[in-house]
């Protein structure tokens, strides 16, 4: 049922591994993420919020991080994803990176971050619930700036979770983008896991 709502809320779209997205017959470029492209400067100014109790929000004055910060002078996998505690993201997205982190840090990978349109504090809820907070940096992208800016953001209303983004995954080095792919809906899990991307590396 959820994965059925999740298709009639996403449109009918393939996107290659380039950035392009075909829409029925029309074609345009994903213009602020695609391969080739520094993610610092198409987010530039956005920070995201390091997943945390609320204790720890408060006495760190409610702290973000700078997408810089995350991504300048560092091997990066980041993968995005609708939200925390929904179907495919905790069952399949999650596990599929947690259990082949050891996987990453042969190839150097410095570190690999989930993002969702969640705050902090659900993220690390959730990030304790599946054992994956020792292994991955979970990050909150609070109002939805980050993927808005990358134009990645999802409306799923149609079930119920209102603005949030597509299910996604990319590899970064120096901020620049080395390999992107984006799932057709956000209940299909074909081309962001973990297996996809260690191939790309």
Same mark, same amino acid.
């Given at each position: ?6 298709? /009639? ?11 392009? +997205?075909?829409?029925?017959?029309? /074609? ?9 492209? &520094?993610?610092?400067?198409? *987010? $530039?100014?956005?920070?995201? #919020?390091?997943? /945390?109790? !609320? ?8 702290? @973000? ?18 939200? *925390?505690? @929904?179907?495919?993201?905790?069952? #399949? ?23 969702? =349109? ?7 809820? !959730? ?6 907070? %020792? ?5 909150? %992208?609070?109002?939805?700036?980050? $993927? ?6 999802? %409306? +799923?209303? *149609? ?7 597509? /299910? !996604?995954?990319?590899?970064?080095? &120096?901020?620049? =983008? ?9 209940? %299909?899990?074909? =081309? ?7 191939? #790309?590396?």
């Amino acid at each position: 049922m959820a994965t059925n709502i999740l298709r /009639r809320a996403a449109s009918s779209v393939i996107t290659s591994k380039t950035g392009s +997205l075909l829409t029925g017959t029309s /074609r345009r470029s994903y213009a602020s993420v695609a391969v080739g492209i &520094d993610i610092v400067s198409a *987010a $530039h100014g956005v920070s995201l #919020q390091k997943a /945390r109790s !609320w204790d720890e929000g408060v006495s760190s004055n409610f702290s @973000t991080t700078s997408v810089k910060d995350i991504f300048k002078g560092k091997k990066v996998v980041i993968f995005g994803l609708p939200g *925390a505690y @929904t179907g495919v993201c905790s069952q #399949q997205h999650v596990p599929s990176y947690s259990k082949n982190i050891d996987k990453f840090k042969a190839k150097g990978i410095d570190s690999v971050i989930c993002v969702a =349109v969640n705050d902090p504090y659900v993220m690390n809820a !959730w990030a304790c619930k599946l054992t994956a907070k %020792d292994v991955i940096d979970f990050y909150g %992208d609070f109002d939805g700036s980050f $993927h808005k800016s990358l134009e990645l953001g999802k %409306d +799923l209303s *149609a079930a119920l979770l209102g603005p949030r983004s597509q /299910r !996604w995954s990319a590899y970064v080095v &120096d901020g620049k =983008v080395k390999a992107f792919n984006v799932e057709g809906a956000p209940s %299909d899990f074909k =081309v962001s896991g973990a297996e996809v991307i260690l191939e #790309q590396i």
